[in-house]
């Protein structure tokens, strides 16, 4: 050290300056590792979306729904596209109005609402949801205009059980994964493949659920609509709720998401349980039979035509068909879901047709769908049987082969193109070491390069958004915090409560037996939380019993949950009262997962 400063003493200012600045370079590069050899820098943004040149088809399709406008079907049938993810269908009546399906946000369901009122001043007396999926629900409010005077809301009595399902039991997970499908936080998305783009949770206020209040359960029911005679009929196909709406002396058909311009979702990578396929082509049977001249589905654009509607509704469910027959085929001869994906292919003519090209689902996930609904996620390979974790995988194959050599195979298989192969080998280093910045590059170039080679707009959205998430360009966990605020405005609480059992943590509390007692008083509603055995029994009843009981409205609460100060300030202010002791209350909550 002495030596180095004597040499820097004799050296010149000038001299000085240029040997700090090649001396602060240095550190750069070694700080910033390969990134600057590879051209990345500190941000990949560019990077990703230089590699992830689209599908020039895929482009193409959204020419289908990217301009918003409002078509009109035929007399007094129209139907908005291009607002949102999903349409928007009018029927205007004698009497009033009728909007089927109703967008996922409150903001486009507000212009659509306008671009309605251009063509009709009438109230609307009825809205129907097709099914419980956010794109066909959440902008309900922005169609109630008044209030105090709400129109029959029409939908499948297994719908209120699904969204329950869907918005509080498993929505951690499933919010994430559709965020990814339908490219929702990238730059630049291309579409959707059945709409421009998910616009779900864009801002706090644009959840507006409205619970129905008319439910159906026959296979047919027959209702009035705002002086339109209509045949409320089951199609389940997306979800077993969904259903169509049938308005015979005029034949047309509103077939809800049985059939749209691209290959069906018949498993959805944003997680669902895998579709039933033979229940969704005898919903298309009974479109065909009914003959429809007119078909307005909830995504794409509307069909016309007695011969055109039953040649498309026919090629659609035989596709369908195919893919089911063919998987069970070789299920049956003992093959395991990857293989089966390598053999089943649909024939040229289906797979050339303009409603069955892959730009929203996919062959190879629907064959992994129909697999797990027949026979489970097990194979039948005794292998499969304890798998190792990708972590303890990984581990094993650092320590078989050597960080470097595995390595230097990533960097050869990305070279030659082989994206899947490059993207594991550098998984497995990065499960090792979270901070190997050159593994991180083949995975964010592998990644993106892999969603450059899909026609699937869902495959191409989950690719390139995992691969921002990887390079620290999206933090989906803002994102989630920001949804978390809406959707507790805008739920109910019973579900909110329900989801309680799936958030218990045993791991801090199994010891614990507590009863948990909530009274709202402002809607009279009752909910029992019993805590045994490792887990939370949640019940909608009054109780005599309990260790706890709070007292508080439904306005409250959901400020509470929402507000790490907000209980304080209630419980001093009387807005909420807790008989059995307030540190008690504390550390029962304490009990399940904040986030």
């Known amino acids: 050290m002495i030596k180095l400063s004597i040499f ?5 200012n000038m001299e000085d300056k240029h040997l ?54 035929t007399e007094d049938v129209y139907v908005a596209i291009g607002y949102a993810l999903a349409n928007s269908i009018l029927l205007e009546g004698p009497t009033g109005l009728v909007v089927v399906d109703v967008t996922e946000s409150t903001e486009a369901a507000s212009k659509i609402l306008a671009a309605f009122r251009n063509i009709s001043d009438k109230p609307i007396q009825a809205i129907v949801y097709t099914h419980n999926h956010a794109d066909h629900t959440i902008g309900a409010s922005s169609f109630i205009e008044d209030p105090k005077n709400l129109p029959d809301i029409w939908a499948h009595k297994k719908m209120l059980p699904e969204m329950q399902r869907s918005f509080s039991t498993i929505s951690g997970a499933t919010y994430t994964r559709a965020m990814r499908q339908f490219g929702v936080l990238l730059p630049e998305a291309i579409n959707a493949g059945i709409g421009l783009r998910l616009k779900y949770g864009a801002s706090d206020g644009s959840l507006g659920v409205v619970v129905p209040n008319k439910v159906v359960s026959k296979a047919i029911t027959d209702v009035t609509l705002a002086g339109i005679p209509v045949q409320i009929i089951h199609i389940p196909g997306e979800t077993d709720d969904q259903i169509g709406v049938w308005i015979a002396d005029r034949k047309i058909f509103l077939c809800a998401d049985d059939i749209y311009r691209a290959f069906p979702n018949l498993y959805a990578i944003r997680g669902t349980p895998s579709r039933d396929l033979m229940q969704w082509v005898n919903s298309l049977d009974i479109m065909i039979e009914l003959g429809p001249e007119y078909l307005i589905p909830s995504h794409t654009r509307p069909l016309q035509g007695k011969r055109y509607i039953r040649e498309t509704l026919t090629a659609y ?23 089966i994906v390598e053999l089943v292919k649909l024939p040229p003519h289906l797979a050339a047709h303009p409603y069955l090209r892959e730009f929203y689902g996919t062959v190879a996930w629907s064959v992994k769908g129909v697999f797990t609904s027949y026979v489970g996620w097990f194979s039948g390979d005794a292998v499969e049987l304890a798998p190792l974790t990708p972590k303890t995988k990984a581990e094993k194959m650092v320590r078989l082969i050597g960080v470097n050599k595995l390595m230097d195979a990533a960097k050869t298989a990305y070279k030659e193109k082989d994206y899947q192969w490059a993207l594991e080998l550098s998984s497995h280093v990065l499960h090792t070491n979270k901070d190997n910045t050159e593994a991180r590059d083949i995975k964010i170039d592998s990644l993106s390069s892999l969603g450059a080679m899909q026609t ?30 809406g959707a507790i405005k805008s739920v109910p609480v019973t579900p909110i409560i329900h989801a309680l059992s799936v958030r218990f943590k045993p791991e801090d509390c199994s010891s614990m037996s507590e009863q948990l007692y909530f009274e709202f008083t402002d ?3 009752h909910v029992v939380v019993t805590i045994r055995n490792s887990i939370a029994i949640v019940t909608d009843s009054p109780s005599s019993t309990y260790d706890v009981k709070v007292s508080l409205t439904e306005t409250v609460f959901k400020e509470i949950i929402s507000s790490r100060t907000r209980a304080l300030t209630a419980y001093g202010g009387g807005e909420l009262v807790v008989e059995g002791g307030l540190m008690k209350f504390r550390n029962i909550m304490g009990c399940f997962d904040s986030d």
């Open 317 to 339: 469910r035989d596709a369908i068909q195919y893919v089911h027959d063919q998987t069970v085929r070789y299920i049956n001869k003992g093959l395991t879901k990857e293989e």
């Open 8 to 12: 820097f003493c004799r050296r010149s």
């Open 20 to 73: 700090l600045l090649m001396v602060f370079l240095g550190i750069l590069a070694l700080y910033l590792g390969n990134r600057i050899i590879n051209g990345s820098g500190h941000s990949y943004r560019e990077r990703i979306i230089s590699l992830a040149t689209p599908d020039q088809d895929l482009v193409s399709h959204s020419k289908e729904f990217n301009v918003p406008e409002v078509i009109k079907v």
């Open 523 to 525: 809607t009279n509603t």
């Open 456 to 485: 699937s707009a869902n495959g191409r959205n989950y690719y390139l958004t995992a691969a921002f998430e990887e390079a620290s360009e999206i933090n989906m966990k803002n994102q989630k915090n920001k949804l978390r605020i």
